[in-house]
T-cell receptor, first 113, second 114 residues
């Protein structure tokens, strides 16, 4: 069975703080993709990143960075120097070959001015 | 437009009525997906089209739910005899097709069944 766990239901930080959103996944497949999406108050899911199971290299994009560790089945997302506009619900998702997208329950991030 | 569009953005109906929700995918995307998102939860898969055919409809909750994509582009999700439990945001996504492709989501249709 496939499963995505986001243990942090809600996180609040003050602007300019760094924050890490955790994602732990379960799959028996060796070929799979992991995703992060952002859902701002407007409701539309915005794609942030896709990572395949064979590429464990960490990625940085501006203030965003992702840490993929197969040994712990984790794909964590860090926002550096958070801003109020980062406030949203963030979803981690997993897709294995032949399986459907499975989303985690989401983490609601509030960045306070 | 450049992105996935969904209409209507909001739909209020009465229990027992029939509703249709429309999705217009990104031009050229062969794969189209429907999801349902209840309050405070992540999206849940309903159905996936590759071209005109439903490649996987295992997520449809019961036979009151049906979706079509007759020309391989626009899709309609149809719900018969709506129930209050059907209230949710219905999301549509499209991709270029294939397992490794990223899905791009529309803004959703918020359905409220009274």
């Amino acid at each position: 069975a496939q499963k995505v766990t986001q243990a942090q239901t809600e996180i609040s930080v003050v602007e300019k703080e760094d924050v890490t959103l955790d994602c732990v996944y379960e799959t028996r497949d060796t070929t799979y993709y992991l995703f992060w999406y952002k859902q701002p108050p407007s409701g539309e899911l915005v794609f942030l990143i896709r990572r395949n199971s064979f590429d464990e290299q960490n990625e940085i994009s501006g203030r965003y960075s992702w840490n993929f560790q197969k040994s712990t089945s984790s794909f964590n997302f860090t926002i550096t120097a958070s801003q109020v506009v980062d406030s949203a619900v963030y979803f981690c998702a997993l897709e294995s070959y032949g399986q459907n997208f499975v989303f985690g329950p989401g983490t609601r991030l509030s960045v306070l001015p | 437009g450049a992105g996935v569009s969904q209409t209507p953005s909001n739909k209020v109906t009465e229990k027992g009525k029939y509703v249709e929700l429309r999705c217009d995918p990104i031009s050229g995307h062969t794969a189209l997906y429907w999801y349902r998102q209840s309050l405070g939860q992540g999206p849940e898969f309903l159905i996936y089209f590759q071209g005109t055919g439903a490649a996987d409809d295992s997520g449809l909750p019961n036979d009151r739910f049906f979706a079509v994509r007759p020309e391989g582009s626009v899709s309609t999700l149809k719900i018969q005899r709506t129930e209050r439990g059907d209230s949710a945001v219905y999301l549509c996504a499209s991709s270029q097709g294939g397992f490794e492709e990223t899905q791009y989501f529309g803004p959703g249709t918020r359905l409220l069944v009274l």
